[in-house]
């Protein structure tokens, strides 16, 4: 499915930078979200949109930003990366209907 | 509140038993459901929804609203099963909520 990806797939910061993660789909799909994966928790909703320049937090917004300035773009912005934010993080994007969501292959970030 | 849950973490069958993971979920409209598989090392596909009542990989999801649950079977599990599967309910506005998941190992 190479209508969504992620960039970089594989990232090592420290704590305390600022760290973004790409995501682009060329679908059009109207939705976008990022998740967060860990053992024991499954996927959890860190931001979602519903369009270009609407956005809303989901579970665990916490020291996440996001953006979406265009359809095709969600950027996920750590501003100060903790060690607790160490996880592999996945984007997805849905149109309207009961099609479910389509997930990118995911970034697996880790916070030394 | 909504909640999916799957009480199995790890499943583990030999090839060619049958299969069922478990998925409950608490929702006070009507739930739309789905199943998410992911293989090693790659990203989550939509396995099934409850709403085409399609059977993908040989795999079926039957909603049950009496018992609220929505698990996920197949007669005769194969190697090329194992994987983590995920339940997931639909909350609005296109958002997911997700189950912890099962990993299911399938023995030869």
């Known amino acids: 499915d190479a209508g969504i990806t992620q960039s970089p797939r594989y990232k090592i910061t420290e704590t305390g930078r600022q760290v973004t993660l790409m995501c682009h789909q060329t679908?059009?799909?109207?939705?976008m979200f990022w998740y967060r994966q860990d053992l024991g928790h499954g996927l959890r909703l860190i931001y979602y949109s519903a369009a270009a320049d609407i956005t809303d937090k989901g579970e665990v917004p916490d020291g996440y930003v996001v953006s979406r300035s265009k359809t095709e773009n969600f950027p996920l912005t750590l501003e100060s990366a903790t060690r607790s934010q160490t996880s592999v993080y996945f984007c997805?994007?849905?149109?309207?209907?009961?099609?479910?969501?389509?997930f990118g292959p995911g970034t697996r970030l880790t916070v030394l | 509140a909504q909640r999916v849950t799957q009480p199995e973490k790890l499943l583990s069958v030999f090839k060619g038993a049958p299969v069922e993971l478990k998925c409950n979920y608490s929702?006070?409209?009507?739930?739309?459901l789905f199943w998410y598989v992911q293989y090693s090392r790659q990203r989550l596909q939509l396995l099934l929804r409850h709403i085409s009542r399609e059977s993908i990989k040989g795999f079926t999801a039957d909603l049950n609203k009496g018992e609220t649950s929505f698990h996920l079977k197949k007669p005769f599990a194969q190697e090329e099963d194992s994987a983590m599967y995920y339940c997931a309910l639909s909350q609005g506005a296109q958002k997911l909520v997700f189950g912890q998941g099962t990993r299911l190992t399938i023995n030869p």
């Open positions: 997805a994007s849905s149109d309207t209907g009961t099609r479910g969501q389509f």
């Open positions: 929702y006070s409209g009507s739930p739309e």
């Open positions: 679908w059009s799909h109207s939705y």
